[in-house]
């Protein structure tokens, strides 16, 4: 075994620690100073050796792994591979660090030496000006967790979620969970979406009006590929959904936030008259969760029919207003289809 592998770490490089491990291990490989079968040290060992975290080693050895230069054995830790490749690993350029970082004239491409790849010109639009939206890892720790869209452990029903797994993941309805359905959703949730889901918030829907997407971000995300471009101006909320305005900000920049109140958003008809879609959140808004009045959403189903305007109804945690019964949803005043409807199964959850 080799007991010890010569490897140096320049923590000033910018480059990571785990990535100097495993590109100098490849190093070793290709310059035969370790050979086929040899059994490298424990990451323990080579941990205490470079005074690095046994996690960055661990990380590092997985990863030459996953590449073919090291295979581990049982009891015996990690030895060279006896396929391990014999040309050279090539890291992208910038991986190991934040891209922000990386200036756009980058060689971001493969090790044919051409030059650098002016990203400027490949690029058709630049994000970097999206704030995501930070949620520390380490939030359970906080005395008050002001973080949405995070589990309570103790609140959580586990056997529940486990009977429902077990029965989900049983032989009878093995076939349907692993079918591909090729152009049509699942048409058990959506007949369940249709008779049971949509119908407690006075909805009627037939199947061939249901597109299941990957939760209401990403319907939002393609109602704004569909309906807004430059030439189009939106109204959201505000205080508003953070990433609403961020999906909407690389589709145009004519974007107009209304005020809202305790009932709700505040209509503006000579901002709504301009505008081609309203974006909102009637039923419990975000983040204020307030109720948009009665009188409000037939004042604004009167003005999106005098405008040609269209709504994007969010309907957002309907069921956690624990302080009076559920409204009907925006969408079920809707007499000529103006109000395009996105729900949500995952707070029900």
Same mark, same amino acid.
Request: charge should be negative; charged fraction near 20%.
């Given at each position: 075994?080799?007991?010890?592998?010569?490897?140096?770490?320049?923590?000033?490089?910018?480059?990571?620690?785990?990535?100097?491990?495993?590109?100098?291990?490849?190093?070793?490989?290709?310059?035969?100073?370790?050979?086929?079968?040899?059994?490298?040290?424990?990451?323990?060992?080579?941990?205490?050796?470079?005074?690095?975290?046994?996690?960055?080693?661990?990380?590092?050895?997985?990863?030459?792994?996953?590449?073919?230069?090291?295979?581990?054995?049982?009891?015996?830790?990690?030895?060279?591979?006896?396929?391990?490749?014999?040309?050279?690993?090539?890291?992208?350029?910038?991986?190991?660090?934040?891209?922000?970082?990386?200036?756009?004239?980058?060689?971001?491409?493969?090790?044919?030496? @051409?030059?650098?790849?002016?990203?400027?010109?490949?690029?058709?639009?630049?994000?970097?000006?999206?704030?995501?939206?930070?949620?520390?890892?380490?939030?359970?720790?906080?005395?008050?967790?002001?973080?949405?869209?995070?589990?309570?452990?103790?609140?959580?029903?586990?056997?529940?979620?486990?009977?429902?797994?077990?029965?989900?993941?049983?032989?009878?309805?093995?076939?349907?969970?692993?079918?591909?359905?090729?152009?049509?959703?699942?048409?058990?949730?959506?007949?369940?979406?249709?008779?049971?889901?949509?119908?407690?918030?006075?909805?009627?829907? %037939?199947?061939?009006?249901?597109?299941?997407?990957?939760?209401?971000?990403? !319907?939002?995300?393609?109602? !704004?590929?569909?309906?807004?471009?430059?030439?189009?101006?939106?109204?959201?909320?505000?205080?508003?959904?953070?990433?609403?305005?961020?999906?909407?900000?690389? %589709?145009?920049?004519?974007? @107009?936030?209304?005020?809202?109140?305790?009932?709700?958003?505040?209509?503006?008809?000579?901002?709504? %008259?301009?505008?081609?879609?309203?974006?909102?959140?009637?039923?419990?808004?975000?983040?204020?969760?307030?109720?948009?009045?009665?009188?409000?959403?037939?004042?604004?189903?009167?003005?999106?029919?005098?405008?040609?305007?269209?709504?994007?109804?969010?309907?957002?945690?309907?069921?956690?207003?624990?302080?009076?019964?559920?409204?009907?949803?925006?969408?079920?005043?809707?007499?000529?289809?103006?109000?395009?409807?996105?729900?949500?199964?995952?707070?029900?959850?």
């Amino acid at each position: 075994m080799n007991e010890n592998l010569i490897i140096t770490l320049d923590p000033s490089s910018g480059i990571s620690l785990q990535a100097q491990i495993r590109q100098s291990i490849v190093e070793l490989i290709l310059n035969h100073s370790v050979l086929p079968g040899d059994k490298l040290p424990s990451s323990r060992m080579l941990s205490h050796q470079l005074k690095v975290s046994r996690n960055t080693v661990i990380l590092a050895y997985q990863a030459l792994v996953d590449t073919g230069y090291l295979q581990p054995r049982e009891r015996s830790g990690y030895v060279v591979s006896d396929e391990a490749p014999t040309t050279r690993l090539v890291d992208t350029p910038g991986a190991d660090q934040p891209f922000a970082n990386i200036d756009a004239s980058t060689n971001l491409g493969t090790n044919s030496g @051409t030059g650098k790849i002016d990203w400027d010109a490949k690029l058709v639009q630049s994000c970097s000006y999206i704030r995501p939206v930070q949620k520390p890892v380490n939030w359970r720790e906080y005395a008050y967790p002001f973080v949405y869209g995070q589990v309570d452990d103790e609140l959580f029903s586990h056997s529940e979620w486990r009977d429902c797994a077990r029965q989900a993941l049983g032989m009878r309805n093995f076939s349907t969970m692993v079918g591909d359905f090729g152009q049509h959703d699942d048409p058990m949730l959506v007949n369940y979406i249709c008779s049971r889901s949509l119908p407690r918030r006075g909805i009627k829907a %037939r199947p061939e009006q249901i597109l299941v997407t990957l939760g209401a971000q990403n !319907a939002l995300y393609l109602v !704004a590929q569909l309906l807004v471009d430059q030439s189009k101006h939106v109204v959201i909320e505000s205080p508003s959904y953070p990433d609403l305005r961020d999906i909407l900000l690389q %589709r145009t920049k004519a974007i @107009t936030a209304l005020p809202v109140d305790a009932g709700g958003l505040i209509l503006d008809e000579e901002v709504l %008259r301009r505008a081609d879609s309203v974006f909102i959140t009637p039923s419990h808004q975000c983040p204020t969760t307030h109720t948009m009045s009665a009188s409000r959403r037939r004042q604004l189903l009167d003005m999106a029919a005098r405008h040609d305007l269209l709504v994007i109804e969010d309907d957002y945690e309907f069921e956690m207003n624990f302080l009076e019964s559920p409204t009907p949803a925006l969408k079920a005043q809707d007499n000529d289809g103006r109000v395009i409807y996105v729900g949500s199964l995952s707070k029900s959850v």
